[in-house]
Structure formats: C-alpha cells, structure tokens
C-alpha cells in the first residue's frame, strides 16, 4: 500500500511513536470534526451538495481552507474524494448526520461545546472532589441542564446516539415476560421505554426523569403507537416514588453520581418494585475480560463531567449491599456495554 492511499488509522496504528502523535493530535480532529458536525458540512455534501466550490459558498468558507479541512476528513475515513473536488460521505461520516439512528453528531456537539470548557478544568479537577461542571459552573450538570435548554435537547439527542450505538443489543436480553409494569428511571427521551414496550404487547410502562426532559418527550410519545402503555412522570429520583412497578431500568444512570448518591437512587428504586421485581443496570464496567472497550474513556468522562465513576462488580456489590439489593447476574453483552440484573434481599 503506497503511503498515500494510507488514512489516519492505518497510518498512526503503525509504531508506538505515531501512536502517540496521534493521540496528541486528537484535539484537533475532534474540533475539526466539531466544526463539520455544527456549520452542517456533513449534512450538505449527504444531502447531494458534493462540488467543492459550492460548498465553500454555501458554508461561506475559503475554498482553498475546505479544501484542506476535506482532505483531513479523507484522511479520518469521514469522506472520500470520488471525483477532482467532490466528496461523499463514507460510512464512518454518515455516523455524523444529525437525528439518524445511531448518530454521534450530538456527541460531536456536546464534547465539542461545555464539556471542552469542563474539560479545561482538568487540573483543578484532580487536585479537588469536585466535578468539572461545579468547577465551571458552578453546579452539577443535572441542574445546569434544567436551565440550558439548548444544551439540554443536544444532551439528550447524544444520549440516544450513545444508547443506539451500544445497547440496543442490550435490551434484547432482558427478560419482561412475566413483568406486567415496568419503569425506566432517568430513561431520558423514552427511546428505550418505547422498545420494550413495543416488543412486549403485554407491558405497561413509566418513563421517569426530570421535568425538562419530560416535557420534551411528551411531544415525541404523541407519535408513539402504543402511547396509551406509556406514562410520563417528571420528578427526582433522589426522592421515594410513587409508583410500584415489576422492573426498573436504570440505564446509564449510577455512573453519573458518587456512592452516596447512587445508594440513595438505589434504594428508592428497590422500595418502588414489587415482589420479586427486579432492576436493570445497563453500565460500563471495569473489570478483567469483561471491561467494554469504552468504559475507561467514560469513566474519565466521568470523572471530569460529574461526580460519578464507572465501578468494579466488586464496587457495585457494595452498593447493592447498601441498598438493600443483592446481584442476580451480570454480562457484557456487545462489548460496549453492560447488563447487570439485581434483586432484592
Ligand atoms: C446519562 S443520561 C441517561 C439517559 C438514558 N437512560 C439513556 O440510557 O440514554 C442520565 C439521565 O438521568 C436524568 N436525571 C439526572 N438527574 C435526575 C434526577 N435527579 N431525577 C430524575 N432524573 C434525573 C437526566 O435527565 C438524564 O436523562
């Protein structure tokens, strides 16, 4: 292969040196990526606007400048030159059109807009307990959410990205056959609650977060199929519920807060199930063989964005124990992500 027709990843998995080069350089991949993501260059060239020259004019770029920014993304395997000076995009790129299954074009957003001011924070991070939001802004990035409603829509749009891309395979394992209610507890969009009750005829469900992202996915379930299954309850799950359901998904969830916190969430959600219920943890994990390739990049985001953390079996078994809660079972299912069920004592 001529070095030329080399891209990025072939290129830099060649010697622990270019490796490195690499990982430094990433910075301005991701900005550069940013930049596509939000002017819509991505969305122009899949949407047939290909030649060079009008896509310079409609995005008010210097031609000779995208020119340059489309070679690096050639490079990146986000688009390919398929005659002189007009581009498609690969299947990597199309990963960054907005509102498609499995998009991370509101990751690319969300990374590339507060949580790069967070992230600034890095050293003050470590040298404190406290979370790269409260040191940017001054509070968790639950309430900064409440009151950024811009922020707010992108967070949930890259959550559902993220919850796509790595566990739709997930909900397929778990088994709702003998649950006649169910409750996704901070289930955001409701895009996984819609799942399961669309596979189950049988099951009922609540879709539980706060009242911001609720009053977003009342718009969305009023084109749900099955909306009459479904009910919408806006709330804090740091306070007891007043529901009983037979199976709670926590999906994404106990990561994003310390022990304390995340015991309280636990037990609420223990005291809301009725006999013999049972919760769903849909978690990275860190543990030997069964740690998904992503779970030491999210526990750093982690670490950076909130309070949280992604946990050990072992450090989830402490909390269950505090809860009241006791490990049924455990699998990482696709390699990106976890499944853990949980019972009560
Ligand atoms: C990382 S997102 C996960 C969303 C969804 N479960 C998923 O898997 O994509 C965390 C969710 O917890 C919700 N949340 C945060 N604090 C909350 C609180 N105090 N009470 C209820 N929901 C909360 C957020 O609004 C958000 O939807």
């Known amino acids: 292969m001529s070095i030329s027709s080399q891209n990025y990843f072939d290129v830099y998995s060649t010697t622990d040196d270019l490796k490195l080069f690499s990982l430094l350089s990433t910075n301005i991949h991701t900005r550069c990526i940013y930049i596509g993501v939000k002017d819509g260059l991505f969305l122009q060239i899949e949407s047939g606007v290909e030649d060079l ?8 770029y210097n031609t000779e400048r995208l020119h340059r920014l489309l070679k690096n993304f050639e490079h990146l395997n986000l688009v390919k030159e ?53 040191c940017a802004y001054k509070e968790n990035v639950y309430s900064y959410l409440e009151s950024n409603l811009k922020m707010a829509e992108n967070f949930n749009l890259a959550m559902r990205g993220v919850s796509e891309y790595c566990s739709e395979d997930v909900l397929h394992e778990i ?18 609650l819609r799942a399961f009750i669309t596979n189950n005829s049988h099951l009922n469900g609540i879709l539980f977060d706060q009242k911001s992202v609720i009053d977003k996915a009342i718009e969305e379930m009023e084109t749900f199929q099955h909306k009459n299954r479904v009910e919408l309850i806006a709330g804090d799950f740091f306070k007891p519920f007043s529901f009983k359901v037979d199976v709670i998904i926590l999906s994404k969830i106990i990561h994003n807060w310390d022990d304390e916190r995340a015991v309280q969430i636990l037990t609420n959600c223990r005291n809301a199930l009725n006999d013999n219920g049972k919760i769903y943890l849909i978690e990275w994990t860190l543990e030997h063989e069964r740690e998904p390739l992503t779970a030491r990049t999210m526990d750093i985001n982690m670490m950076i964005a909130t309070c949280g953390k992604v946990r050990s079996f072992k450090e989830f ?13 455990a699998k990482n299912i696709s390699n990106k992500i976890g499944l853990i069920e949980v019972t009560t004592m």
């Open 53 to 60: 020259n009008i896509l310079a004019k409609n995005l008010g």
């Open 82 to 134: 398929k005659n002189e000076n007009q581009y498609e995009l690969t299947s990597s790129g199309k990963k960054l059109l907005p509102n498609t299954k499995g998009s991370f074009a509101h990751l690319a957003l969300l990374w590339g807009e507060e949580f790069q001011e967070v992230t600034n924070h890095l050293h003050e991070i470590l040298k404190s307990e406290k979370s790269g939001f409260e």
């Open 175 to 192: 088994d709702l056959n003998s649950a006649n209610k169910i409750a996704d507890i901070g289930g955001g969009s409701g895009a996984n």
């Open 317 to 329: 078994g402490k909390l269950f124990d505090n809860a009241g809660l006791k490990f049924s079972q």
